[in-house]
């Protein structure tokens, strides 16, 4: 048996959140979370058809780094 394998995380925690469970992890609106995805100040989405869900991990490390642009600056 392999013990290095991962486990997946229990049900009561999901793998997958939406913008409503970034809302409330940062303490914002629903749409400034959609406005920081689409200004590059926050990971990306994946797309599910017409829904938009983000690993939770990557949030709860982003939001543990200081929340940093993840979107390299425009010259402007």
């Given at each position: 048996?392999?013990?290095?394998?991962?486990?997946?995380?229990?049900?009561?925690?999901?793998?997958?959140?939406?913008?409503?469970?970034?809302?409330?992890?940062?303490?914002?609106?629903?749409?400034?979370?959609?406005r920081?995805?689409?200004?590059?100040?926050?990971?990306?989405?994946?797309?599910?058809?017409?829904?938009?869900?983000?690993?939770?991990?990557?949030?709860?490390?982003?939001?543990?780094?200081?929340?940093p642009?993840?979107?390299?600056?425009?010259?402007?």
């Amino acid at each position: 048996m392999n013990t290095t394998a991962t486990q997946p995380p229990p049900a009561s925690e999901p793998v997958m959140v939406d913008v409503r469970w970034i809302a409330q992890t940062l303490a914002c609106s629903q749409r400034h979370v959609t406005r920081l995805a689409e200004g590059g100040l926050m990971p990306s989405p994946s797309k599910l058809g017409r829904l938009s869900r983000w690993h939770r991990e990557t949030i709860l490390k982003w939001v543990a780094a200081g929340c940093p642009p993840v979107a390299a600056a425009k010259p402007g």
